[in-house]
């Protein structure tokens, strides 16, 4: 069983691993740059919620093994690890803010995410459980991992980008 720790240090699992079919690395293509590349198009009428996924799906339409559970699941992984890598950079960086400006709402921040965590944990099992015992556990959890981590991603980068007008800009 593979174990993938989704920031803070709560592990999450590759379901891939559980099933036994693990994709070959050589077989998924990956890059964020979908995503990416959308994100920066979004004008500031519209949401970049929208955006999420759009890297994992890219990934599975042109994987050597397309829709297999495999796939999708290293797919919706990869794009999760990337979402949960910008969540923590922004994550670090706001409490850093916080810490230097408003202790309480450090404390409030810290208090926040662990909450989250519990919460997309829950929301993630309860979204996956028609697939219990079958295949479709593992991508749909890892997709709603993805998207919550995503969406976290985002709310905790527009947080600091409030912070840093609000206090001004420091590194």
């Known amino acids: 069983m593979v174990k993938?720790?989704?920031?803070?240090?709560?592990?999450?699992l590759a379901f891939a691993g559980l099933l036994g079919m693990q994709a070959k690395a050589q077989d998924?293509?990956?890059?964020?740059?979908?995503?990416?590349?959308?994100?920066?198009?979004?004008y500031a009428e519209y949401d970049p919620l929208i955006c999420i996924g759009n890297s994992a799906i890219r990934c599975i339409e042109t994987s050597g093994g397309g829709q297999t559970t495999a796939v999708q699941v290293?797919?919706?992984?990869?794009?999760?690890?990337?979402?949960?890598?910008?969540l923590n950079r922004a994550y670090i960086r706001l409490m850093a803010r916080e810490k230097a400006n408003?202790?309480?709402?450090?404390?409030?921040?810290?208090?926040?995410?662990?909450?989250?965590l519990g919460y997309v944990q829950a929301?993630?099992?309860?979204?996956?459980?028609?697939w219990v015992g079958g295949a479709g556990v593992g991508p749909d959890a890892q997709k709603c991992w993805m998207k919550m981590t995503g969406r976290q991603a985002l709310?905790?980068?527009?947080?600091?980008?409030?912070?840093e007008l609000e206090y001004g800009k420091t590194e």
Do not use: H
């Not at 993938?4 to 999450?12: A, D, K, V, Y």
């Not at 290293?74 to 910008?86: M, V």
């Not at 709310?155 to 912070?163: A, D």
């Open 4 to 12: 993938r720790t989704l920031g803070f240090g709560f592990p999450i």
């Open 28 to 42: 998924v293509r990956f890059s964020m740059s979908e995503t990416e590349s959308c994100i920066a198009g979004v």
């Open 74 to 86: 290293d797919c919706f992984g990869r794009e999760l690890e990337a979402w949960d890598q910008r």
């Open 102 to 116: 408003d202790p309480v709402g450090s404390d409030t921040l810290r208090k926040m995410q662990r909450a989250w």
């Open 123 to 130: 929301r993630c099992n309860y979204a996956s459980a028609p």
């Open 155 to 163: 709310f905790l980068e527009q947080k600091l980008q409030e912070r």
